[in-house]
T-cell receptor
Framework: NAGVTQTPKFRVLKTGQSMTLLCAQD?????MYWYRQDPGMGLRLIHY???????AKGEVPDGYNVSRLKKQNFLLGLESAAPSQTSVYFC???????????FGQGTRLTVV | KQEVTQIPAALSVPEGENLVLNCSFT??????LQWFRQDPGKGLTSLLL?????REQTSGRLNASLDKSSGRSTLYIAASQPGDSATYLC?????????FGAGTTVTVRA
């Protein structure tokens, strides 16, 4: 049982480049989330989804887009990467909105 | 906006001592609270989930309490071991989103 899998694990981008981070879960969870973690700031919610075909903005959505075309996948896109987007990105999922959340191993992104 | 605070930011104890980690939150209208462990460069591992109607939850050497009315939770780790060294994060769920504290980094000295 893989749980929540994030791809890639590491990436270096140049300013202005674009990329997509993939999150896949095999637990048939309805809810999926993207967070970023920065030193001393805790995890902050970027976007989330409450089911296939739905997305919503979180606390820090600017510069990011998301899509949930399939229930098991949640994609996070950076349209034009900026150094301020250097961070560790975590995907999470939960069966229901008020149930236990499970996290992936993270993607370490550096924008130079 | 929910604010979650964890004090202290770092803690160092000798092996065998009990650990007490604190978490406070500003809005008591939460659905549940979850404690996580994070090892350096790794993801988050769920330790305990306490529903808003519960006062405490236990798993092995771990015990977490919740006082929703005062906006506080405490994670107790009994008889600490070097393997308990990690960062511990608490997160509260309201409106089906998790709000996180910045974490407490624990070092258990052998």
């Amino acid at each position: 049982n893989a749980g929540v899998t994030q791809t890639p694990k590491f990436r270096v981008l140049k300013t202005g480049q674009s990329m997509t981070l993939l999150c896949a879960q095999d637990m048939n969870h309805e809810y999926m989330y993207w967070y970023r973690q920065d030193p001393g700031m805790g995890l902050r919610l970027i976007h989330y989804s409450v089911g296939e075909g739905t997305t919503a903005k979180g606390e820090v959505p600017d510069g990011y887009n998301v899509s949930r075309l399939k229930k098991q996948n949640f994609l996070l896109g950076l349209e034009s990467a900026a150094p301020s987007q250097t961070s560790v990105y975590f995907c999470a999922s939960s069966l229901g909105g008020y149930l236990e959340a499970f996290f992936g191993q993270g993607t370490r992104l550096t924008v130079v | 906006k929910q604010e979650v605070t964890q004090i202290p930011a770092a803690l160092s104890v000798p092996e065998g001592e009990n650990l007490v980690l604190n978490c406070s939150f500003t809005d008591s209208a939460i659905y549940n609270l979850q404690w996580f462990r994070q090892d350096p460069g790794k993801g988050l591992t769920s330790l305990l989930l306490i529903q808003s109607s519960q006062r405490e939850q236990t798993s092995g050497r771990l015990n977490a309490s919740l006082d929703k009315s005062s906006g506080r939770s405490t994670l107790y780790i009994a008889a600490s071991q070097p393997g308990d060294s990690a960062t511990y994060l608490c997160a509260v769920r309201d409106d089906y989103k998790l709000s996180f504290g910045a974490g407490t980094t624990v070092t258990v000295r052998a």
